[in-house]
């Protein structure tokens, strides 16, 4: 079942700021632990920015000052604030959450960011 839903990607200018959310499921386990993480074309996945519950935030150095990550309101839900956004932040972005149980995790569909003038 769909447990982690992503939305909020898009084409944006170089420079330009984006938004991408994540909302998990109802029945998800008990996550401890909300990140981002993308993959460009032709490269491997990488992780973008943490946060856990109750814990401070960390980021890739290729998005530190540019990029915040945030739990949201509701519960289970994470966002992402881009902003100065760079070609080099082109790749398709996937919500991941890790729970308590460490052996617990689940992963969005993913949304795909294009940055190009």
């Known amino acids: 079942q769909v447990q982690l839903v992503e939305s909020g990607g898009g084409l944006v200018q170089p420079g330009g700021s984006l938004t991408l959310s994540c909302a998990a499921s109802?029945?998800?386990?008990?996550?401890?632990?909300m990140a981002w993480h993308r993959q460009a074309p032709g490269k491997q996945r990488e992780l973008v920015a943490v946060i856990p519950s109750g814990g401070r935030a960390n980021y890739a150095d290729s998005v530190k000052g540019r990029f915040t990550i945030s739990r949201g309101n509701a519960k289970n839900t994470v966002n992402l604030q881009m902003n100065n956004l760079k070609p080099e932040d082109t790749a398709v972005y996937y919500c991941?959450?890790?729970?308590?149980?460490?052996?617990?995790?689940?992963w969005g569909q993913g949304t795909l960011v294009t940055v190009s003038s």
């Open positions: 991941y959450a890790v729970g308590f149980d460490p052996t617990l995790v689940a």
């Open positions: 109802a029945s998800i386990f008990a996550i401890y632990a």
